[in-house]
Every structure is written in C-alpha cells, then in structure tokens.
C-alpha cells in the first residue's frame, strides 16, 4: 500500500535513482512526481529514466507525473591565468568582456553584456552562491569597477548572480529550447522554468508549451518576488526555490518569503511545491536531522501541495529511505489535532466565479455531512483544482478521461486521480462516482460522497453541479 496522504512528493531522479528497481521503490515510498533535472545528464539519460517510470505507471494502475525542470541561463566569469585568486575585503576589482585575456587578482572576464547594460552604481554582484559580494563603483557598456565587500578565494567559471535588478536576458536559452522539445516530444507534465523575473517570461514559455504541459514558475529571484501576484496569476504552478532565492536574498527572508509564496498559491488555488535542501543531510546519512523533520512538517502546515527531494533522491546514498522519511513526516504531520486548525485558519475567501463557489460550497458541505470522499469529474483538471483550493477534510477523487490531466493532477494537494470513460448523464456520473470511491477504499456502503462536475459533460471550465450521493 503506498502512503496515504494529502501533500505530495517531487522526487528528483539521477545517478543513484536510475534502475527500475530503485524507481519503483521511490513510487512505493510516497513519491508522486518525478523531476527531470535538465541541468545534469543527456537527453538519453532522461530518456530511459522517463520510459522506466511509464513501466511503473502501467505496472501501479496509477497516473505518474513528470516534471522537467529547465536550467536556465547561467551567469558566469571567464578564467584565471594562474589559477584561483583570492579577493580581498576594500580591494578593487573590474569585471569586463574582454574574455580573451585570463584573469588575475585584479580583474577577470564576464561575458555578458546584459549584466554591464543593467546595473549601476551601487548594484551588488554575488559570486560563487554568494560567498563573495562586489559592489559596483563605476560601469561602462562593457566594464564594471567594483569594490569588494566580502573577499574570499575565487576560481574559474563561477557563478554571477545580480540581486534586485532585471536583467535585459530571456529565461529560455537556445539549450532550453532544445531540452523543451525534446521533453516535450517525450510526453512530458509539467515544464519548470528558471530564472524567472516577470510574467512575460512565464508567457513566452507558454507561446513554446502550447498546452502541452503545465507550467511551473521557479521562483528564485528578488524580481520574481516583487511581481509574485502577476506571476501567480499567469502560470500554472509555483515552486519555491530557496536555495537560489537564499543566494540573492538574506537568508533570514526565506522562510518568510515562502510562506508569502504558499500563501498567494493557495488563495489562487495554484499548485505551489516547496523545493531545496529539505533533508539535504541525507545525502550522505540514513536519517535526517531534526531541524530537516521540522522543514519539511512546516511546509505541510503552510499548506503547500508538494514537498521536492534534490540531490537526496538524485544523486545521494539514500535515495529510497528519503523519499520514505518524507512521506512519513508527511502523513505525522497530517494527523496532528492541529494541523487541520491551521489549515483551516490560513483559508482565504474564494474568487466569484461558479467553480469556486461549487468548491467553497462542498468543502462545508463535505464537514456537515462527514462525507467519506468528494469526487470531481474534470476533463482539464480544472475542477480538481478548485476542490483542492478548499483543502477539504475528506480525500478528493478526481476522475477524467483524460491520461495527461491524471498525470497532472498528481502533483495537487489532496488529489487521488482515476482514469475513466465519459459519462453521458448524472445517473451514470453517480454510479462511477460511487464505485471508484468503493475500489478507491476511500468508503463503505452506506457512506456519503460529494460529487462535482460541468454540464454539459466533457466541456473544460464548466464546473456547475454539486450532487450528494450515497454509497450503495
């Protein structure tokens, strides 16, 4: 039986991760999504890893979603003739696009002019995930003088972050491009975009997309935060990405900040997935540390739909017992008294539209009647949405005919999805309804279901009945 419980998992697959037999094991374990990290591995190696979790799929009977994560544009200096420099604090130190002279101690290449065409005088550069920090004095179209805050040792090719500026820079590279088809040719769930600054990059992925997957909107930047309402509203779903949110911002902000995300996902009812270093000490131990525990428990409190493994699942020793260790923190959490409480309290008032009020609607009628499941007949998944926006207190069951809104809606809070024919009229939507709950084992003859759906059947967005049944 795998693990029953209401948040999902997004486990990251790798070299440690890459068999049948280790997969299956992460899908017994509780994950339900796996991510394929575009910035490792070749397009053979995703390949295989995404046909191995197909096999599971069939073999389980149960909808698997796949997420492709895109690596974005990396920011990056040149190199040094003499090996690694050290800066040191109140020094300067230019930065210019003359990448054919290696650097020294007292400058190196960046070649990339978007950077110098944005910043100014008194903007921060971060080097190497921040260990080290410039601050621009002077800058031209092709140099930057700075001054060193914070020195450190320095060596080829790391990575340049720009805080609380918007680079002239499109998230899409011509690699992701080539990555987005090839993933997409492959069948694909959901797309994560990074570096993400504004709600025209979530577009200009979608205009590529083309309703071939959902999107997922990294949210890793300060940008990105200052536009989080517009960039909510456009895209599909939002990951919090604090490792990348933590080099560009303080790190006391960050769990502020991701319950500020969760919060505007949930009031959007969006699929929101916490995401980095979650039990990052598992990489190279067999149980977590307790502070990870709590990481993880607060999440699930928040209200987050999913909770994401990195280089636990992907690269590290234990991949299996995290994914297991997750799910348990997971389901604890869940049961405790006050879990629900806090749920409850962090609800927002849902928008004025019929799907909604159909949701709000059944979420008190699901407490009234203590009715063992709801169901919600959903062709794009829309339906399902809105039910796990309430965060209701029984499980949700949503069915469709439709394989790739199964697939998607296994990253959804809550959401349990069954494939199944369309149904005709209300009658036979019962008697499915009915019966799935039964096969389900989510209730027992006698029990009442909710049930949610769009007449006419099979068209998306129209989400207008809320029927009471009874379990036969």
């Known amino acids: 039986m795998r693990p029953r419980k209401r948040a999902k998992i997004v486990a990251t697959l790798g070299p440690s991760s890459d068999d049948r037999q280790t997969i299956q094991a992460l899908f017994d374990g509780g994950a339900d999504v796996f991510r394929l990290n575009f910035s490792h591995g070749s397009h053979e190696d995703h390949r295989r890893r995404l046909e191995i979790i197909r096999e599971v799929e069939l073999a389980s009977g149960r909808p698997i979603g796949v997420l492709l994560d895109l690596q974005g544009p990396k920011l990056r200096i040149g190199t040094f003739a003499r090996g690694p420099v050290r800066l040191v604090e109140g020094e300067r130190f230019r930065l210019d696009l003359d990448a054919r002279s290696p650097g020294d101690t007292a400058r190196v290449a960046l070649p990339h002019p978007e950077i110098f065409a944005a910043v100014a005088p008194g903007a921060e550069l971060l080097l190497d995930d921040g260990r080290l920090r410039l601050r621009v004095e002077a800058c031209g179209a092709d140099f930057a ?4 805050i914070d020195g450190g040792a320095l060596s080829d090719r790391k990575g340049v972050n720009v805080p609380n500026v918007v680079l002239p ?22 797309v994560a975009l990074s570096f993400v600054q504004r709600p025209a990059d979530i577009e200009e992925l979608r205009a590529l997309v083309a309703g071939r997957a959902g999107i997922v909107a990294k949210m890793e930047k300060p940008s990105a935060i200052a536009s989080l309402d517009a960039i909510v509203e456009v895209t599909d779903a939002v990951m919090v990405a604090r490792g990348d949110l933590g080099v560009e911002m303080p790190a006391e902000l960050v769990p502020s900040l991701q319950k500020r995300i969760v919060a505007a996902c949930r009031r959007a009812g969006k699929p929101v997935i916490v995401a980095t270093q979650m039990l990052e000490s598992m990489v190279n131990a067999p149980v977590p540390t307790r502070a990870e525990a709590s990481d993880v428990a607060t999440a699930i409190y928040e209200g987050a739909d999913a909770v994401m493994l990195s280089a636990e699942s992907a690269s590290g020793s234990y991949p299996v017992q995290a994914v297991q260790i997750m799910s348990r923190i997971i389901e604890q959490t869940e049961k405790d008294p006050s879990y629900r409480d806090l749920i409850d309290a962090s609800r927002s008032e849902p928008p004025s539209s019929a799907a909604d009020a159909i949701g709000f609607a059944m979420r008190h009628v699901t407490t009234l009647l203590a009715a063992a499941a709801t169901v919600a007949y959903t062709s794009s998944g829309y339906s399902a949405l809105r039910m796990a926006r309430e965060r209701p207190r029984a499980p949700i069951v949503g069915i469709t005919p439709s394989r790739a809104t199964a697939r998607r809606l296994a990253l959804v809070w809550g959401v349990r999805a069954v494939l199944s024919h369309d149904v005709a009229d209300i009658p036979e939507m019962t008697e499915v309804a009915t019966r799935t709950v039964l096969q389900e084992g989510l209730g027992a003859a006698g029990q009442t279901i909710v049930i949610s759906a769009g007449i006419p059947f099979g068209t998306p967005g129209t989400t207008n009945v809320l029927r009471i049944a009874q379990i036969e």
Do not use: I, N
Request: proline residues 0%; without cysteine.
């Open 145 to 148: 003088e700075t001054r060193v």
């Open 169 to 190: 820079l499109s998230a899409l590279t011509e690699k992701d491009r080539d990555d987005l088809e090839f993933g997409l040719g492959l069948g694909v769930d959901w």
